[in-house]
């Protein structure tokens, strides 16, 4: 009976330690997982602001090729003129 007392004990010993060993593994891998979400929510929002950049920039660039145009024309109607 001590031989098997012995023997169960051991073995739920190894068992206790086996679970805590997982429980760590597991709250390490859910600690990534959080950084993981906050570096891609950062990351999420660092692309929104260049996209809104972007934007910017094209309508920039749109309104100078108007103004550009109408300088052409401008200079045309001029060397067109006597």
Do not use: C, F, W, Y
């Amino acid at each position: 009976m001590a031989t098997d007392d012995r023997l169960i004990n051991s073995k739920l010993d190894i068992l206790i330690d086996q679970i805590g060993r997982l429980t760590e593994g597991l709250t390490e891998i859910k600690l990534l997982i959080q950084q993981q979400a906050e570096t891609a929510r950062q990351q999420a929002d660092s692309i929104k602001q260049q996209a809104d950049s972007i934007k910017q920039q094209a309508e920039t660039a749109r309104l100078q090729a108007e103004s550009v145009n109408k300088l052409v024309a401008l200079l045309e109607q001029r060397s067109l003129s006597p």
